[in-house]
């Protein structure tokens, strides 16, 4: 038995007033998942067309200004710590424009252990 299996169901909501949040939801202090209520959100539908349609958004507020990302190998899964050598970090730091950072994503989509 999973220890997720005791857990008590959480209700799922979908559209909800601004009243019933604050007084009905947001009282009841309890867990709530709200299901679509971002969905007509720019970002969502631009995301709903495509990879290339949500890239070419995001990079639409690109300032061009420089900002700091870290960079690790496909090794990492995705775990920024220390290396296996406690010297060094599994990951590295550089300044990138957000576009930069979008086209360096698409760039090793697909590639194992990208």
Do not use: C
């Not at 959480?10 to 969905?39: N, S």
């Amino acid at each position: 038995m999973s220890v997720f299996s005791t857990l008590p169901p959480v209700r799922a909501l979908g559209a909800v007033t601004p009243h019933a949040f604050a007084h009905e939801i947001l009282p009841a202090a309890q867990p709530v998942v709200f299901k679509a209520i971002l969905k007509d959100w720019p970002v969502v539908r631009q995301a709903q067309l495509g990879d290339r349609q949500i890239a070419d958004y995001l990079k639409g507020f690109d300032s061009g200004q420089p900002t700091p990302v870290l960079e690790g190998s496909g090794q990492t899964e995705g775990r920024f710590a220390y290396a296996s050598d406690m010297q060094e970090f599994n990951f590295s730091r550089r300044n990138k424009t957000v576009s930069a950072g979008i086209e360096d994503i698409f760039a090793v989509t697909g590639q194992t252990n990208a």
